[in-house]
């Protein structure tokens, strides 16, 4: 544009306003590629031959109609369609979205329990099917709870795994359905699988198989999860009389390196005083034990038997499948799906019940009879 044009113009509107719709016409003309950022700030000020502070305010303009966004350190880019479309789909998600809050921060740890990434895919699917987009966030305290809540308006919210009673009492006062999975709370309904049970249900198998030593891989010891599962277990030690052993229980963390640590220790201990099972809270920690065992040349299950919990398939691909506790996430699943789509529907009423989803045990053959000539 010429000066001239611009003396005309600054009779007729601000030049700032001229220097927006010139560029908005510009782009919507495709006079810019979508991949390019737009000329600097300074060659728009030759260009239309005026103060930076001019070509700013006719910039903002730009990016308030979602034209181009300003890059700290690189510049104006203009936004492409497929931005564009992206951010109608999360404008549209908006109030008809489930919000999946977590503990851990699962999806963007690479060494996170692998269960509960299984559940939320499992829950994405699910509700994906039923036209809703699933939203998983961290929730580590009440206000981050509420400005989620803020941000995304879920049509419902579930709960994964232990949350203070603020990040409760936060949804319930919101007005949202809600449940919690994983972990039991009074304040709403909640669904977990049935750790006692299923704890005993693995020791009942590993004492009848003939073991006597059987070294317990825990989860984090203030768990819920963890309380319960060892719980089935001094109820099925009680029963035999079969006195527990501190020196056998070692806490983990879920996690697969965990496993492999407390796999040297079991190793450590004398022949004669060597557990001949290991029963893991949570696979990915059997499968860490099973790997530090293959590494010493401990073969199982005819040197040593291993359980697990939860019937995952992460590491099955590497070290095969091992005997485990199916947990019934489908069930738990469609039991959660199922509340919350009467809640939302207001076709159901709010209620606070704990519901125990049966598990059962899995047996892929690595656990045996103890060998009593276990290499050193």
Known sequence: MMKEEYKQTKRKKPIYIYIYETLHNEIGKGMYSTAEFLPSEKELCERFDVERNTVRKALKLLVDDGMII??????????????????????EDIGHCILLTTQEDYLHNADGEYFHLKLIKSFENVFSNLGYNLIVKYIEKETDLKNTILQTSPSAIIFDSYHQSACYQEAIRAGIPCISVNHYTPLMTSLVSNNFDGAYQVVKMLTEAGHERIALITGKRNYQTTVERLGGIQKLYMQNGIPIKEKYIFTGNWQFNSGVEIGEKILAFPKEERPTAVFAFNDDMAFGC??????????????????GFDKTERYQSIFGPITTVDVNIDALVEYACWYLSGRISNTAPMTRVK???????????????PNTSVPE
């Open 355 to 369: 519901i125990d989803i049966d598990v059962t045990i899995v047996d892929n053959g690595t656990v045996k009879r």
């Open 70 to 91: 300003r890059v700290p350190g690189c510049g104006t880019k203009i936004v492409t369609q497929e931005e564009k479309s992206q951010e109608s789909k999360q404008a």
């Open 290 to 307: 099973l790997s530090c065992f293959e590494k010493h040349g401990i073969a199982v299950p005819e040197d040593i038997s291993i359980v």
